[in-house]
């Protein structure tokens, strides 16, 4: 009976997580096919150009826009108030860096207008970044030593780190709301077609996170799984 309950939970996993696999793989080719995209629409301003109209257009003054290494390693990072560009949007006057470049501004208008969800997200930052680094760990060491405290603070861990991805994605979306509202209505693209341009490539971006929340919901399954088995 055990067994037959058990192997009926692998057959549920296996069908959850196989289409979070492939949600997650397509949403990073359609985020680097997106963005390679549009990076062949040129329009008539840079993305640190971008996104200073968008702080500026917020009241933000008081942010720093920096150019980084690497692709696609856009952020904002509150503690240093620097949004920091990557070499293949900084300087580029493409759709694709415009709307990369107003979503990290985003991010900027969020911390300064007191946006409730990033504040929330930032507090619980340093528990979840824990739960993440020591969810795995202790659960094996429970399962090792046959010690079931061990099991259920990883999970409760991992469920920390869950936590933190959910609380992110609205966090992600509003950014992306503010970036495009700043888009249209301050004339920083114009016509239709770059608009949707732009918005198609926020809406990319943001598969990622629904794909890697997706991910994280199975391997809590899986690990739930685990520790009733034993």
């Known amino acids: 009976m055990h067994s037959l309950y058990y ?23 359609k985020v680097k096919t997106t963005f390679s995209k549009y990076s062949g629409f040129r ?107 061990l099991v259920k603070l990883g999970v409760l861990f991992f469920c920390a780190a869950l936590f933190f991805q959910l609380i992110t994605l609205p966090v992600e979306y509003n950014a992306s709301k503010r970036a495009m509202q700043c888009i249209t209505e301050n004339n920083i693209l114009v016509s239709a077609t770059d608009i949707k341009g732009a918005r198609r490539v926020l809406s990319a971006a943001a598969m990622t996170y629904v794909a890697a929340l997706l991910i994280s919901l199975t391997q809590l399954i899986r690990l739930i799984s685990i520790s009733k088995r034993r």
């Not at 293949?88 to 207008?113: F, P, R, T």
Request: with cysteine; net charge negative; aromatic share 8%.
């Open 7 to 29: 192997y009926g939970f692998d057959s549920l996993y296996a069908m959850l997580v196989i289409p979070a696999i492939i949600i997650a793989v397509w949403s990073q080719i």
């Open 43 to 149: 329009c008539d301003i840079t993305g640190a150009e971008a996104a200073r109209r968008v702080l500026s257009a917020n009241g933000v003054t008081d942010v720093k826009i920096e150019r980084v290494s690497g692709n696609l390693t856009d952020h904002y990072d509150p503690k240093a108030n620097v949004i920091r560009l990557s070499e293949s949007v900084c300087d580029e006057n493409n759709i694709a860096a415009v709307g990369v470049a107003a979503h990290e501004a985003g991010h900027a208008v969020q911390y300064a207008k007191g946006y409730s969800p990033i504040k929330l997200r930032a507090v619980i930052l340093p528990v979840c970044q824990i739960g993440s680094q020591l969810s795995i760990p202790l659960l094996i060491a429970g399962l090792l030593f046959n010690f079931y405290f």
